[in-house]
């Protein structure tokens, strides 16, 4: 009998201590209404919060715009490439003569362009003289003045053009720097000659740097232009990137 009521014992406590430890891990498993409730947030945190959002956010948004920004450029760059295509290839579709330029020449010299041969067998030059201008709010401008001499090739051979003179109906870089003593003498011959013409184109002021458009109207039965930019160095010398176009002039249209 003892060593039944010791064995019920034994198997009591037994039984005492997985009860205990049943409600024990039951008890850690639980969350209590403490945690379970909503933890109030302040503002301190919150502003803690919303400031690391943002900076998680912000490379993402920087590197957005950065896109933008280059497909824009881009864009551009296109637009710019069309343009430039279509100038280029313009006299192909066209019956366009042009003399287009890239030179730089010293104070009081004149740049001669052009010498493309015209439907009329003379040959067309083109004379732009930039000098120092001075607008009225104080700005350094460029003041262009251009004549243009059509002459045919006996006056080329007798006043040394030929090295002007070409047969190519678009030129690049074909040009020359005069000084005035030269302008003179071949103006002088060009006014006592016979078959030759010359025109005098308006001066304009140009902005440095910046686009200049000078259309000089019918001449020879076409229109005529110049557009470029001219730039003035420290030593004084002007940079010019000039384009001289001659187009046939559009015809009246037909009354009906």
């Known amino acids: 009998m003892k060593k039944l009521s010791l064995a019920f014992g034994i198997a009591l406590i037994v ?11 039951r008890k850690d498993e639980t969350p209590t209404a403490k945690d379970s409730a909503p933890r109030h947030v302040t503002p301190r945190e919150r502003r803690e919060i919303d400031t690391s959002a943002s900076r998680v956010m912000r490379p993402s948004v920087a590197r957005t715009e950065s896109d933008g920004d280059e497909i824009e450029s881009l864009r551009r760059e296109l637009k710019t490439a ?25 104070p009081g010299e004149t740049l001669v362009t052009g010498g493309y041969k015209t439907a009329d067998g003379n040959y067309e030059m083109t004379f732009i003289t930039p ?3 001075t607008l009225d709010d104080g700005r350094e401008a460029i003041r262009i003045s251009s004549k243009v001499l059509s002459v045919g090739s006996e006056f080329v051979e007798a006043n040394g053009m030929e090295t002007l003179a070409t047969n190519a109906k678009n030129t690049l870089q074909h040009s020359e720097a005069w000084t005035q003593d030269d302008l003179l003498e071949t103006f002088t011959a060009a006014s006592k000659a016979k078959g030759v013409d010359i025109f005098t184109s308006p001066t304009i002021v140009a902005i440095p740097s910046e686009a200049f ?11 005529f232009s110049i557009e470029g930019t001219a730039t ?3 030593n004084g010398s002007f940079a010019i990137q000039t384009r001289v176009e001659r187009t046939p002039a559009a015809e009246p249209d037909t009354p009906r």
């Open 213 to 223: 458009t000078l259309v000089m109207g019918k001449f020879g039965g076409a229109q």
């Open 15 to 25: 039984l005492i201590a997985i009860v205990g430890y049943n409600t024990n891990s």
């Open 82 to 106: 069309k343009a430039k295509l279509e100038r280029i290839t313009r006299p192909l579709g066209q019956d366009v003569l042009s003399s287009t330029v890239n030179a730089e020449i010293n």
């Open 131 to 133: 000098s120092s201008y």
């Open 232 to 234: 003035k160095s420290p």
